[in-house]
């Protein structure tokens, strides 16, 4: 079963390649991959929301993804499964960006994006979080364009991102609850 996985793997990144890949496109898709490189644009949408009272919650519920997502993905998944990247497995497939130091499973880059993105989607105005999954979604598409990612990575990386997203959520509604408790208990004392 898994061996019929990597090989559906290895065709899917080898038709990306030879299909899809275009010289025209190749620097707008290094630009979007980029822009998931240590969550750069998911920590810039979390902070710009800190200074706006209607999107603090979204805000502090992306951060708070971003970090479970580096914890879930980086520190114990990535290192459990230890799974090689597809360029040094791959005969025939080239990537277009640096090598990557971490290993492959799951795709840290998608995990961060879908973590931060559902996060914004259920806490911040629907229709910028629409944006940010669509967003999220390309990230996740241009780690397999550019070769540093089988797709069941990237599959990986955006359902352990929904979760963080999803967890990260309830963490802040649960606090913000028990501090909007905290204030009408002592309306009520007064």
Same mark, same amino acid.
């Given at each position: 079963m898994l061996e019929t996985i990597y090989m559906l793997d290895a065709q899917i990144l080898?038709?990306?390649?030879?299909?899809l890949r275009q010289p025209f496109l190749n620097p707008l898709?290094?630009?979007?991959?980029?822009?998931?490189d240590s969550g750069s644009i998911?920590?810039?949408?979390?902070l710009f929301c800190l200074?706006?009272?209607?999107?603090?919650?979204?805000?502090?519920? !992306? *951060?708070?993804?971003?970090?479970?997502?580096?914890?879930?993905?980086? #520190?114990?998944l990535k290192r459990l499964f230890g799974r090689i990247r597809p360029y040094d497995v791959i005969e025939g497939l080239t990537i277009l960006i640096h090598k990557p130091g971490e290993f492959s499973f799951p795709s840290g880059h998608t995990a961060s994006s879908f973590g931060a993105a559902t996060a914004?989607?259920?806490n911040g105005d629907k229709r910028w979080g629409v944006a940010a999954i669509f967003l999220a979604a390309a990230i996740g598409f241009t780690r397999m364009y550019v070769g540093v990612h089988y797709?069941?990575? !990237? *599959?990986g990386g955006m359902i352990s991102g929904i979760f963080t997203g999803? #967890?990260?959520?309830?963490?802040v509604n649960h606090i913000e609850g028990r501090k909007k408790k905290q204030v009408s208990l002592r309306d009520w004392e007064e």
């Open positions: 080898l038709w990306i390649q030879n299909t898709m290094k630009f979007v991959t980029s822009l998931g998911w920590i810039f949408l979390a200074f706006f009272h209607k999107m603090r919650k979204g805000g502090k519920a !992306v *951060l708070i993804a971003l970090l479970l997502s580096f914890i879930v993905n980086n #520190l114990i914004f989607y259920i797709p069941t990575d !990237v *599959l999803i #967890l990260s959520s309830w963490m």
